[in-house]
């Protein structure tokens, strides 16, 4: 069992900055590949970003390319999420979860929500205009 605690999330203007965090329990955190989803009000939850269990490979929305970071220390069980350059339209909860390292190593569709077995409580991230 993987517990996620996701933290970091807050009130921002159009383009500032915010660091999302997301620590984990597992044992062998660097088994897991690790994602950040979101679901704004109305709209179904979306993959923002996921990061392969070694840190190697990272996968990013159309959307937030260029604007977002996902990393990770495994030395510290967690995965964080770097926003810069942030728009209303990222309004939103962010979710953490995580998925065996295996699901990316075999080229899945790291997008599904379905892929990933643990989640987060998410945390609210709100950007005024």
């Known amino acids: 069992q993987v517990q996620l605690v996701e933290s970091g999330g807050g009130l921002v203007q159009a383009g500032g900055s915010l660091r999302l965090s997301c620590a984990a329990s597992a044992r062998t955190f660097s088994t897991y590949a690790m994602a950040w989803f979101r679901q704004a009000p109305g709209k179904e939850r979306e993959f923002v970003a996921g990061i392969s269990g070694n840190g190697a490979y990272t996968y990013y929305a159309d959307s937030v390319k260029g604007r977002f970071t996902i990393s990770r220390d495994n030395a510290k069980n967690t995965v964080y999420l770097q926003m810069n350059s942030l728009k209303p339209e990222d309004t939103a909860v962010y979710y953490c979860?995580?998925?065996?390292?295996?699901?990316?190593?075999?080229?899945?569709?790291?997008?599904?929500?379905?892929?990933?077995?643990?989640w987060g409580q998410g945390t609210q991230v709100t950007v005024s205009s």
């Open positions: 979860a995580a998925t065996a390292s295996i699901y990316y190593s075999r080229n899945y569709d790291y997008t599904q929500q379905g892929l990933y077995s643990y």
